[in-house]
């Protein structure tokens, strides 16, 4: 920081290189974020495709509630 602010007091200087480091972390934290976000798009791309690849027919069967037992039944 003395190379870019040769002139600064010792508190400016402190408060500068605060300045940076929060920035710095701040910015670390927006590209990990994104690259999560890419991640969960590609999972949900994935499976979008998967789930397009089933046959129709390997779809879980719709269920009928069920009947009452037969020796209720009149």
């Keep these: ?4 602010l040769p ?3 010792e ?4 408060a500068a290189t605060g300045q940076r480091l929060h ?3 701040t910015a ?3 590209a990990r974020e994104a ?3 890419q991640g969960r798009a590609r999972q949900a791309a994935a499976k979008a495709r998967a ?3 089933q046959p129709a027919s390997s ?8 009947s009452a037992p037969r020796s209720i039944r009149s």
């Design 1 to 4: 920081m003395e190379a870019a």
């Design 7 to 9: 002139h600064a007091s």
């Design 11 to 14: 508190d400016e200087r402190g």
């Design 23 to 25: 920035q710095d972390v």
């Design 28 to 30: 670390g934290v927006w």
């Design 35 to 37: 690259e999560w976000e």
């Design 51 to 53: 789930e397009a690849r």
């Design 59 to 66: 779809a879980p069967p719709s269920r009928s509630p069920p």
